[in-house]
């Protein structure tokens, strides 16, 4: 696994000048002035002068000495350093994936001023609502004449406290006293809205940009998990069911 981690870029690239060698091992132009850019990044407001140029490449030597002396050791080769290197690999190949597939969607995806005001007339009232869970639609809508009484109280909700995805954000569209059923899957809801009253939410033209920003993040999330969904019903997944059945 190390060996592959560690050579997966395929044949040797040509990294260019080098500026220190450590046991003849060396450290390339590139590598400094990757460095370099990354201090700089963290600490703006440091100038970037002749003895930070210097410490920054004896940080990079100094690391150069310590993972030396840990492949000496053989800590390279422990299964917990492979698995944290699998770990890490893993996460690291995923989140720019990730990142790939939002800059893809970002140049697709729109969001349109009446679709900014529309949620801002959701975060302008807070509701408080009853609510009776059900398994299907279908118990849901029998338990409907009954969620006044019956219903648990739920409350008072922003529209920030759900999630974009949440059955129950339709509620804030809703006038005190309108009833609905909602949900999918296994997860539905009988509700009534109880009580709706201002948010004190700050002014569209100030929140404006932030919120269009918001719903963009909402859509790109929700392409992604659609990809994914259909990514899941076009592979071939096996899953023994016996053996997660043992860890119970």
Request: hydrophobic share 40%; proline share 3%.
């Amino acid at each position: 696994m190390a060996v592959f981690l560690f050579s997966c870029s395929g044949p040797k690239e040509d990294k260019g000048e080098e500026v220190a060698s450590v046991n003849g091992s060396p450290i390339y132009m590139k590598d400094f002035m990757n460095e370099v850019r990354t201090a700089s990044s963290r600490y703006p407001g440091k100038k970037l002068t002749e003895e930070r140029l210097q410490e920054i490449l004896h940080t990079m030597v100094d690391r150069k000495l310590l993972i030396d002396e840990a492949v000496k050791k053989g800590l390279s080769e422990d299964e917990r350093f492979l698995e944290s290197i699998k770990s890490f690999w893993e996460q690291t190949l995923i989140r720019e994936l990730i990142d790939s597939k939002n800059r893809e969607w970002a140049e697709k995806l729109l969001v349109t001023d009446e679709e900014v005001k529309s949620r801002y007339s959701m975060m302008s009232s807070r509701i408080t609502l009853r609510v009776i869970e059900a398994d299907d639609a279908k118990r849901a809508e029998a338990a409907l004449p009954a969620v006044s009484a019956e219903g648990e109280l739920l409350g008072p909700l922003f529209v920030e406290d759900l999630n974009h995805s949440d059955p129950l954000l339709a509620a804030f569209s809703m006038e005190e006293g309108a009833k609905a059923v909602a949900g999918s899957g296994d997860d539905f809801f009988a509700y009534e809205v109880v009580k709706k009253e201002p948010s004190g939410v700050a002014p569209l033209e100030e929140v404006y940009d932030a919120l269009k920003a918001s719903l963009l993040e909402e859509k790109k999330e929700k392409a992604l998990e659609e990809w994914l969904e259909g990514r899941k019903k076009a592979a071939s997944i096996k899953i023994n069911e016996d053996a997660v059945e043992r860890l119970k």
